[in-house]
């Protein structure tokens, strides 16, 4: 079975700052999908970046950047001139490219409380 | 384009009382998975439907139920309540393909069991 792990329960970070949450994950694939979801106040999880296994190229997305490091199992976010909307809980997220049962559930992480102060 | 809905937001249950749950994917979107929130296991995984069947289940006991009817609209049941599924359950939809999608998430609904 997958593990997401992320290791900072809560961090923070100025405004206009820049600021990298982390994330590892276990699996024996070789192919899946790895996300980052934001949840705010309004509990709604709103995807933020998406990252396939097979590129090498690290995604971005605006001020959101991954480090993508699939030997090491490492999926890092980088957040970039950080604003008061990035408050939010952030989840690092698993999900396999291949399923025999058709099945393409997520495997969350613990997720990061990030404050952004003014 | 309408998001993914659900209803109600806000649920107070006694023990003992079942609720039903329901969840309108976007529109096209097949594939409809159901989490549930807890401030001590995080997110888990209840099930996850596509045209009507269900694909997987999560490690929930099976008071936990779900369907999804042939408008992929998805309904998920909690019977013989107990104070431990106090909760935030999400929905999520994706579309069929590109796979590389990702999931769609509802505001959830909040379940307090008293």
């Known amino acids: 079975a997958q593990t997401v792990t992320q290791s900072q329960p809560e961090m923070s970070v100025q405004e206009a700052e820049t600021v990298t949450l982390s994330c590892t994950y276990d699996?024996?694939?070789?192919?899946?999908?790895l996300f980052w979801y934001k949840q705010p106040p309004s509990r709604q999880m709103i995807l933020v970046i998406r990252?396939?296994?097979?590129?090498?190229q690290n995604a971005t997305e605006n001020r959101f950047s991954v480090n993508f490091q699939k030997a090491a199992k490492s999926f890092s976010l980088k957040i970039s001139d950080s604003q008061l909307g990035d408050a939010a809980m952030y989840f690092c997220?698993?999900?396999?490219?291949?399923?025999?049962?058709?099945?393409?559930?997520?495997?969350f992480g613990k997720g990061t409380k990030l404050s952004v102060i003014p | 384009k309408a998001g993914v809905t659900q209803t109600p937001r806000y649920l107070i249950k006694t023990r003992g009382q079942q609720v039903t749950l329901s969840c309108s994917p976007i529109s096209g979107h097949r594939s409809v998975s159901w989490y549930q929130q807890t401030p001590g296991q995080g997110l888990q995984f209840l099930f996850e439907?596509?045209?009507?069947?269900?694909?997987n289940k999560g490690n929930f006991p099976g008071r936990f139920s779900g369907r999804q009817f042939s408008n992929s609209r998805s309904e998920m049941n909690v019977s013989t309540l107990e104070l431990g599924d106090s909760a935030l359950y999400l929905c999520a939809s994706r579309p069929t393909s590109p796979l590389r999608e990702g999931y769609t998430f509802g505001s959830g609904t909040r379940l307090t069991v008293v």
């Open positions: 997220a698993y999900r396999t490219a291949y399923s025999g049962a058709g099945s393409y559930q997520l495997t």
């Open positions: 990252q396939e296994a097979y590129k090498q």
């Open positions: 439907y596509f045209s009507e069947t269900q694909r």
């Open positions: 699996t024996s694939e070789s192919d899946y999908y």
